[in-house]
Every structure is written in C-alpha cells, then in structure tokens.
C-alpha cells in the first residue's frame, strides 16, 4: 500500500512521517513517533486511554486516521510536561494517589487539561461530565475527580 507524506504539529513541534491511508493518529503516534502514552484500551472509541487533543480539541485517536492530520497541531500527554516540569495536573495526580496501573491515567491527563483550558474552574459535575468518557478498571474515579479539582484550585 502506498504511504502518504504527513506534517503536523505535535506537541508544539513540526513533525513529518509517512503512514498508510488506513493507519490510526494511534497506531502512527506510538507505532512510528514512539509517543507511547496514549494507550490501545479498545480501539474503538469507548474507554479515553487514547484522548489526544486535535487543535484544542478532545479526540480519541484510535477513531481519527493519521492523514487527517495533515496541516494540524496534536498534544499527547508527552506534551504536557515542560523542562521547568510537571503539569499541575501530573503533580496533583501524584499528590492525591489519582492513579494505580497507569493505563487509563495518560487519557485522564489530557481530557481533564481539555476540561481546564476550558472552564479553569469546573465544578465536581463538570468534572465528571468532561471525564465520562475515560474508564478506569483499578479504582474508583473518586481520587481523579479530586486531584483535578485541586489542580483547577492550584491554578487559580
């Protein structure tokens, strides 16, 4: 099958790589880019472990193919982090025990950072609702709703 030429933005840097028509934005960022926080949960749009953000917007990239991305900016959970350090969500994460076997803990980040770049002030239900569609198998969703919480508190 013929590859397709692709340059995008991704996490703040002019990326170029060649990918097959069919290929996923997930199966490219971790297959080819090596960016291997987002996680294969399902492969179909149900469980967040693959949130990206598509020019600021929330997406799975399981669902959305890696042309068409061409001429656009991605953020992975990578991109989060700066040289100065954590993200405020990262280190409330951490704080408040928001985590337990990591799968499910790269699509949280980046759908709680889309909540904040939002509304940097969410109530609790806000906070659900923008996580709805992240599913969690180790615990209860609790201590993430708690430690985004703090991070939206932490910001302010």
Request: net charge negative; charged share 20%.
């Amino acid at each position: 099958m013929r590859k397709i030429h692709v340059h995008a933005q991704i996490n703040g840097l002019p990326t170029d790589f060649l990918c097959e028509p069919r290929q996923s934005l997930l199966e490219v960022l971790r297959d080819e880019l090596r960016l291997t926080g987002a996680k294969e949960g399902c492969n179909n749009g149900n469980c967040g472990a693959c949130n990206v953000l598509l020019d600021g917007r929330l997406v799975n990239a399981c669902c959305v193919l890696a042309v068409e991305i061409e001429g656009r900016t991605v953020e992975t959970v990578e991109g989060m982090a700066t040289p100065q350090g954590l993200h405020p969500l990262q280190r409330c994460f951490m704080q408040d025990a928001a985590l337990q076997c990591g799968i499910c803990t790269p699509g949280f980040l980046v759908a709680a950072k889309a909540l904040l770049d939002r509304f940097p002030h969410p109530s609790e239900q806000q906070v659900r609702h923008y996580l709805a569609g992240n599913l969690c198998r180790c615990t209860g969703y609790d201590k993430i709703v708690r430690a985004v919480m703090d991070a939206a508190e932490s910001s302010s």
